[in-house]
């Protein structure tokens, strides 16, 4: 017998029996994403596209007021691909999770929160960011930086981050006022998404240009 066809057997149903755990195990993550989103954003009617299997969904939500429609994305690691998951884990790290929240009324302007470890991806992605006024924030020793243009966005962007539950989640928020956006991304952890969403919605509110006012 060829030496070569046990290891080979052996590699075909490691990679079959990883393929069926690593599916499970995506779907499973799936699951509660979308569930702890809905229970925490309520939206009155959801919508779920899948992609690539189980790599991932694009979702549309539509909302009550002072949100219109909620349209996201999640994508998650190649977990059902044994060979490629760990090259996966140098490349994306962690699953990845995207809302934007379209907003019916009108927004201060436009600032973000920024984590240390994606400001540099950050800073080549937010248009005009070299004319932004700019800080730099610490949370639990994580270090977060704030970008803004419109005064009074500065200690908005502050008090938000401050008062979120479990902002480790968090990669890059934005108030867009010219979009009437807010866009979160986000690392996705099971038990925290939820909580953090329902920490995060009622702290936009002073984003909305009804309660602009100075910093400090």
Same mark, same amino acid.
């Given at each position: 017998? /060829?030496? @070569?066809?046990?290891? +080979? ?7 079959? +029996? ?9 779907? @499973?993550?799936?699951? @509660? ?26 979702? %549309? &939500?539509?909302?009550? =007021? ?12 190649? =977990?059902?691909?044994? +060979? ?5 884990? +140098?490349?994306?790290? *962690?699953?990845?999770? &995207?809302? /934007? ?12 929160? %920024?984590?240390? #470890?994606? *400001? ?8 005009? %960011? ?9 949370? /639990?020793? =994580?270090? &977060?930086?704030?970008? @803004?243009?419109?005064? #009074?966005?500065?200690?908005?962007? =502050? ?6 539950? *479990?902002?480790?989640?968090?990669? *890059?928020?934005?108030?867009? #006022? ?39």
């Amino acid at each position: 017998m /060829n030496q @070569w066809i046990i290891p +080979l057997i052996a590699l075909a149903l490691i990679t079959t +029996l990883g393929y069926f755990q690593g599916r499970k195990k995506n779907r @499973w993550i799936s699951g @509660w994403i979308a569930r702890e989103s809905e229970e925490a954003l309520k939206p009155k009617d959801t919508t779920y596209t899948n992609f690539g299997g189980t790599i991932g969904y694009n979702f %549309v &939500y539509r909302m009550e =007021r002072p949100f219109r429609e909620g349209k996201g994305t999640f994508t998650l690691l190649p =977990r059902q691909s044994i +060979l490629y998951f760990p090259i996966s884990l +140098l490349i994306a790290r *962690h699953d990845r999770y &995207y809302l /934007n929240l379209f907003i019916q009324g009108k927004l201060l302007g436009e600032g973000h929160i %920024v984590s240390s #470890g994606y *400001h540099r991806k950050a800073r080549k992605t937010i248009l005009g %960011v070299e004319s932004m006024e700019s800080d730099e924030v610490f949370k /639990n020793n =994580r270090r &977060y930086i704030l970008f @803004w243009k419109e005064k #009074g966005m500065g200690d908005r962007l =502050r008090k938000f981050l401050d008062r979120i539950a *479990h902002e480790e989640l968090l990669i *890059h928020f934005c108030c867009y #006022g010219e979009n009437k956006t807010f866009f979160f991304y986000l690392k996705p952890e099971k038990g925290k998404l939820g909580e953090f969403f329902r920490s995060a919605l009622p702290e936009l509110k002073p984003f909305f240009s009804k309660g602009a006012s100075d910093d400090e």
